[in-house]
Structures are given as C-alpha cells and as structure tokens.
Nanobody
Framework: QMQLVESGGGLVQPGGSLRLSCVAS????????MGWFRQAPGKDRQSVAT????????SYADSVKGRFTVSRVYAKNTAYLQMNSLKPEDTAVYYC????????????WGQGTPVTVSS
C-alpha cells in the first residue's frame, strides 16, 4: 500500500504563485510515475502534469505549459507542483496520484488540496 498527502493549496490572486507538495509513504520503492490532476466544480478531472519517478521526465497539459513545473525529490519521496502566473481558470481541487511498477493506472490518490485563484 501507499499513501499520498498533498499540501500547499490556498487562495491566491491572479498572476500569483503557489507550490503544492505531495509526500508519499508506504511502498514508495514501487512508484513509477507521479501525476498531478485537478478537478474544478462541475467539470471532469483533468491531468495537469506527470513525472517519472526515477528519471524525472515530465509532461504537461497544454493549458499549463510554461506556467507550471513538476519536480520530485527522490530521497524525500516528495513531488512538487510549482504553479506560476495563476489564472482564475486554474481554480480547482488538485490531487496527486501514483502509479506503481507494472501498473497502467494511477492506483493511489491523495485527498486533494484546494486552489482558488481570485482577486
């Protein structure tokens, strides 16, 4: 089993920045990929960014490219999502999730942290 805990959400003005953290515990040696997702009220969950755990290769949704950066500190079992130039449309609950080795799906999810971008 694996547990994920996000933190760092909050209220920020348009143009501002936030950094989300996701700490993994449990069978962390099985992590292959970490992903950040978001879900706005009334909308489907959307993939925001992903990072491969061992090689730190990243990918981004078009809507956040150039503004968001995903990273990880392998030794701390922690992934980050640095969000800059935030827009009102970035308002959502943000979740981190993990795939384990051999899994095609994200099996482990955090509880989510809310981000509100508003003046």
């Amino acid at each position: 089993q694996m547990q994920l805990v996000e933190s760092g959400g909050g209220l920020v003005q348009p143009g501002g920045s936030l950094r989300l953290s996701c700490v993994a515990s449990g069978r962390t040696w099985e992590i292959s990929t970490m992903g950040w997702f978001r879900q706005a009220p009334g909308k489907d969950r959307q993939s925001v960014a992903t990072i491969t755990w061992r090689t730190a290769q990243s990918s981004y949704a078009d809507s956040v490219k150039g503004r968001f950066t995903v990273s990880r500190v392998y030794a701390k079992n922690t992934a980050y999502l640095q969000m800059n130039s935030l827009k009102p449309e970035d308002t959502a609950v943000y979740y981190c999730a993990a795939k384990d080795l051999g899994s095609e799906s994200y099996l482990y999810w955090g509880q989510g942290t809310p981000v509100t971008v508003s003046s």
